[in-house]
């Protein structure tokens, strides 16, 4: 899809400087720029590249003045970085934009579907499902019976997702993603041996959460597993049943959330954290990679390591860490000393 530098313009409120009738089609870093690429300049460090540039199209801040001729057109706008960043939102809903139902798909007769909706092919619509408008479910993806599913939200290839579970608004659900699969329970008996313990609960997904690719999302034993309001999940996590995670918490990848876990709002959790079942978690809490939670966590704590401990503490701990053997070395060198005088 083309884009004329005065379309752009229009978009983002900026003045053109050049030809206004230019088009691009692609986008491009400044340095590696190509005709028929829009690029940007935020960062005075790379300023030189703008001359050499053979990106058709540059956004800059009103406050640039070029030094040298230049073979790019420019749109000048308040803020270069926040306008591009306005301008690859826009161009993701472009590119976003499908509608209607591919062939081969199965809809079931019982399942509702608001305006707009787009059901890519070989996907599977089961039994009772409610779709909102402009609801977007892409090539291979799988909904279980009674699933709700809310205005504006992308499920992307190869994403499953099982009966009874609930997604709000605004929601993306990258390719990969499986939510309320059957959390981990089962009972030993006299034996040894294991019986599964039915899960019956579901998942709900509230409104502008994100769920990053092959992450799993368990539905609860009983009651519900819950992702609240603007939580973004990073690839690769494992929610279990009957989690709860406040709004706004953001996660990183390969974190694990055991059974139970109550993590509070606007936290910042780290790659590869354990977080340790039925532990409580306060809000504004962050936790450094690698950290292993194993007990209940207050408001506005900052932890690592494994287990954890506060951050500052585990800071200067560190310094003793590296050097233990020196500290070893050290005591048993005066133990062979007050040895000796004795």
């Not at 034996?191 to 690719?213: C, L, M, R, T």
């Not at 368990?218 to 406040?246: C, F, M, P, W, Y």
């Not at 109550?262 to 977080?275: A, D, F």
Request: with cysteine.
């Amino acid at each position: 899809m083309n884009f004329t530098a005065q379309q752009i313009a229009g978009i983002l409120e900026g003045d053109i400087v050049g030809n206004p009738e230019v088009e691009v089609s692609k986008l491009s870093k400044i340095e590696e720029g190509i005709e028929g690429s829009l690029t940007f300049l935020a960062n005075p460090k790379y300023n030189s590249y703008i001359y050499s540039t053979k990106a058709s199209i540059t956004i800059v801040n009103k406050t640039f003045e070029p030094e040298n001729e230049l073979s790019t057109t420019l749109i000048k706008v308040d803020d270069a970085y926040q306008s591009f960043s306005k301008l690859l939102e826009y161009y993701n809903q472009v590119k976003l934009n499908k509608q209607g139902i591919e062939q081969p798909s199965f809809i079931s007769d019982t399942a509702k579907m608001g305006s707009d909706i787009y059901i890519g092919a070989f996907s599977y619509i089961s039994d009772n499902v409610t779709l909102g408008n402009n609801v977007k479910v892409f090539p291979n993806a799988y909904i279980g019976d009674n699933v709700t599913i809310g205005d504006n939200t992308i499920i992307f290839s190869g994403a499953k997702i099982y009966s009874e579970s609930v997604i709000g608004n605004n929601c993306v659900i990258n390719s990969g993603v499986i939510i309320g699969a059957d959390g981990f329970g089962f009972v030993p008996d006299n034996e040894g041996e294991y019986s599964k313990i039915p899960q019956i609960g579901n998942v709900i997904i509230e409104d502008f959460v994100d769920v990053g690719a092959a992450t799993t999302i368990d539905r609860a034993t009983l009651g519900s597993t819950i992702i609240r309001r603007g939580v973004k999940l990073d690839n690769q996590i494992q929610i279990a049943h009957n989690v709860e995670i406040g709004k706004n918490t953001v996660i990183a990848a390969q974190t694990g959330v055991a059974g139970s876990a109550k993590i509070g709002e606007n936290c910042l959790i780290g790659g590869q954290v354990g977080i340790a079942g039925h532990f409580v978690i306060g809000n504004n809490v962050r936790v450094q990679a690698q950290s292993g939670i194993g007990r209940h966590v207050k408001d506005n704590e900052i932890l690592q390591g494994s287990p954890s401990f506060s951050f500052g503490d585990w800071n200067k701990s560190y310094v003793h860490f590296k050097n233990l053997p020196k500290i070893v070395k050290s005591i048993n060198d005066l133990e062979k000393k007050i040895n000796g005088n004795n």
